[in-house]
């Protein structure tokens, strides 16, 4: 029980993080080794699909470090604390490791597609390249638990979850066909805003600004109008909260400037 909190801790950062770029959690999957996400973000950048993947384990360091603050200002709390913090260390190490699905196999495919991009600017192949690197690296590790679990069968020692946890890297080096937790965009439309009343929050941008960037003026009891200004301060037009929802869903990228999503609906 303790364990599948820790993992849905886990995974909420992750969804939190997603929220920031304008995405939204449907399902988590609980799985043996914790919980999984098995979906993508789509149209965002490997830098920020780094910036989401490393925020769960992130979570739980943080989660673990306190438990450890925690014990020095009062050390009897130990015995009440120490199985979770542990708990929240273990998921955190675990899922650092640089293999698929776990979050380190993800930081490393798109840090491996950032530095191929770089040199070839062709996001399809960078991918392709980064992709199989990472399956290479994922199956390696599912090779060493097994390797290890057949040593300890000559022993007394047999630990079962090597041999678990060596099946569950190789399914996960070549994906899942079967989707069923994906992040879709937000709806922060508010049609019935108006009708009730509602503050107006206004805030001016520039027109450059990508459409990510405007969901930090969202607010609650609060009903957004966007000002948008071109390079010399001119005002260009204005952007309810409502019609910047239908934007973004109609949307193929996040990073789509203000002025370019206005212009393909004028």
């Not at 739980?60 to 979770?84: E, H, K, Q, S």
């Amino acid at each position: 029980m303790l364990s599948a909190l820790v993992a849905l801790q886990h995974e909420c950062a992750h969804a939190f993080a997603a929220a920031k770029l304008g995405y939204k959690l449907n399902k988590i999957v609980l799985m043996p080794f914790g919980a999984v996400i098995d979906g993508d973000l789509h149209g965002i950048s490997f830098k920020d699909e780094i910036t989401v993947a490393i925020c769960g384990p992130l979570c739980n360091l943080i989660t673990a470090g306190a438990f450890v603050a925690l014990w020095w200002f009062a050390p009897t709390m130990y015995a009440f604390t120490d199985t979770a913090c542990y708990s929240s260390l273990s998921i955190a190490v675990v899922n650092l490791l640089p293999a698929y699905p776990l979050d380190g196999g993800r930081i490393l495919k798109c840090a491996l597609a950032r530095i191929f991009l770089k040199r070839h600017p062709d996001e399809n192949a960078a991918e392709k390249k980064a992709n199989t690197i990472a399956k290479a690296v994922t199956l390696f590790f599912a090779f060493l638990c097994f390797a290890i679990f057949l040593l300890q069968c000559f022993t007394s020692n047999v630990n079962l979850t090597l041999l678990a946890f060596a099946v569950f890297l190789c399914i996960g080096a070549f994906g899942n066909v079967d989707k069923t937790a994906v992040y879709d965009k937000i709806n922060f439309s508010n049609p019935t805003a108006l009708q009730k009343g509602v503050e107006i929050k206004r805030v001016a941008v520039s027109a450059s600004c990508p459409i990510k960037d405007t969901f930090r003026f969202l607010s609650n009891g609060s009903f957004l109008v966007l000002e948008v200004y071109d390079s010399k301060n001119h005002h260009l037009f204005d952007l309810s909260q409502n019609q910047l929802s239908d934007l973004f869903t109609n949307t193929p990228s996040p990073y789509t400037t203000l002025e370019e999503l206005y212009n393909t609906t004028a």
